[in-house]
Every structure is written in C-alpha cells, then in structure tokens.
C-alpha cells in the first residue's frame, strides 16, 4: 500500500484508470460513487455492462479519468470478442490498472482469466491495484490472500463501493501515481457518455430489473433517433429494444402492453433526472435472431 502524502499544489496530475474485473465485482458501483453522480447503469445481474463507460473525478489538481469495463468472461459469440477488445485496449492505453474482485467469493475462472489479461500490464510497468471489493460482508480472509496472491500489485485496497467504505484513501493514493497533464475535460464534466447512450442504457437498466434472467442478457437496446419534441423542453427518444426470439418480444410487452408501460416509466425518470429535461420515450420492441453473432449489427450499433 502507498504511504500518504501532501501532493504538491502546483502540479496538476491527470490520466487514465481501468478498471478490470469479472463480472458483477462492483465496476459500475465503484464508478458512479468515484465520480460523484450516476455514469453507468447497474445490476445484481452479472454481464450489464457492455460498453466502455467513462467516469470523470476532477478535484482541485487532479482528474481522474475512470474506464468501466465489460465484464471478464469466457467467448461465446461475437459480442463477447467485441467487449474482450474493449478491456485489452483499455488496458495497455490506461496509466493506471484496478483490478476488482468480489472478495466474498473465492477466485473464479473469470478472475483468472482477467489476470492473464493483466500480464501485458504487469511486463509494461503500468501501476495495477488488486481492489477487493465488498468488504462489508462477512469475508474470509483466505479469500483476500487467494486473490493478493495472483500476481505483483502496486497496492491493495479493501473497500466497499456501494457504501463508500476505503474509497478515499484508494482516490488519493491513485492521484499520487498519476502522471502531470493538463484538464481533459471541465471540471464540471462527470462522464463522456452521449445523451443516445445513456438513453438506451436506462431502458436496459429497467430490462434488467423488471424482468427474469433469461431476458436481458438476449436484449439490445439502441437509440434510433433523438430530438426536441412537441411540447417545450421535452426530448424525444425513439429507441429499439432487440430481442432473439419471438417469445421475448411478448414477455417484454406483456399483456396490453403493460410490462413495455412498466420499462418505459422507470426509464423515463432515470433519464430526467439526469438530462433534467422532460421525456417522451417511443420504445419498439424487435426480433433479431442471433444478433450477438451478427457482426455487421453490431458495428452498426457501435462495436467496432
């Protein structure tokens, strides 16, 4: 671990943090808290992030730019090597690495798999942290030695990111080893993420929790078109929500149309209150077969 110290008032430090780990180690949780506001959606369900998702922590001579990543995972199909890239280009581009584990459960394949990964930055010299996440349960210690033992960090740091629990010492240790550099963004800026994005990722968000697990991890959601709308100070969406199979697109209407009702109203306040705009949402409900094997849709949708 780092030893504290007074960092030198008249260096500004910037640079860029990736955060790598399984999925659901409390990435996006540990993202949104670091940065002060709500960037990437979350879920108990493993896999909800898919994008590359940026989180911007300015104090008064630092600013840190977090990456959330795509969880860790074995490859599958197309959309799995699509956000593999994510995280192997992260990584080499970051100056920072956090390695993020669960520590309530022991090392998984998953995890192993993310270390492998983290060799290119262990041979590069870039800083890694073995960041043992939820540290407010009730832990084993033989789980905190089975993941310190995973390879050479340049700290270790137990926190708690959906209480906040370490997460000051961690930010001002992570400032001291960032290089000098100037102010990517304003200081008033929280993330890099389009008004489409995080439009569509608040109707996933509410896929996520509204329906059963055999639902979401089969579902796209993209923003088709985005715009001013009729009334003063609305915005309009219209946004697609892909499914595989038939019979997915009816749970997620429901009968009469009351599930679709449901995603659209709990997606709607997310996307106020963060834009602070009124909302209409028209959300469309489409089968596309196979769609994680189908490369040419993904680049469409943004994967490339």
């Known amino acids: 671990m780092l030893n504290s110290k007074e960092k030198d008032k008249n260096i500004f430090r910037s640079g860029i943090v990736a955060i790598i780990g399984k999925p659901n180690a409390g990435k996006s949780t540990f993202v949104n808290f670091a940065s002060g506001t709500k960037v990437a959606i979350t879920s108990p369900k493993p896999q909800t992030t898919r994008h590359k998702i940026m989180g911007v922590r300015t104090d008064e001579n630092t ?7 795509p969880g860790v995972v074995k490859i599958e199909n197309e959309l799995d090597s699509f956000m593999e890239k994510i995280y192997k280009e992260e990584i080499i581009d970051a100056d920072l690495v956090l390695f993020m584990t669960d520590s ?4 998984s394949k998953d995890d192993l798999k993310a270390i492998s990964l983290l060799k ?17 349960k009730n832990v084993s210690d033989k789980y905190f030695e089975s993941y310190k033992s995973l390879g050479k960090f340049a700290g270790v740091y137990e926190i708690s990111a959906s209480k906040g629990t370490g997460i000051d010492k961690l930010i001002n240790d992570i400032s001291m080893l960032l290089p000098e550099g100037p102010m990517y963004f304003p200081a008033d800026t929280h993330t890099d993420q389009s008004p489409l994005l995080f439009a569509a990722e608040a109707v996933r968000e ?5 329906t059963a697990d055999e639902i979401p991890h089969g579902v796209f959601v993209h923003t088709e078109e985005m715009r001013d709308g009729k009334s003063e100070g609305t915005i309009y969406f219209q946004i697609n929500i892909y499914v595989e199979r038939a019979s997915h697109k009816g749970i997620l209407i429901g009968k009469d149309g009351k599930m679709l009702k449901k995603i659209g109203s709990m997606a709607r306040k997310e996307i106020s209150s963060v834009l602070n705009k009124n909302i209409y949402l028209d959300l469309w409900v489409k089968v596309k077969e196979k769609w994680k094997n189908r490369r040419d849709l993904l680049r469409s949708w943004g994967y490339e």
């Not at 600013?63 to 990543?69: E, G, H, L, N, R």
């Not at 309530?104 to 090392?107: A, L, Q, T, Y």
Request: charged share 20%; hydrophobic share 50%; glycine share 0%.
């Open 206 to 210: 509410s896929i996520l929790k509204l």
């Open 120 to 136: 290119k930055a262990f041979s590069s010299n870039i800083p890694v942290f073995l960041i043992l996440n939820k540290c407010d």
């Open 63 to 69: 600013q840190i730019i977090f990456v959330d990543t």
């Open 104 to 107: 309530s459960v022991d090392v």
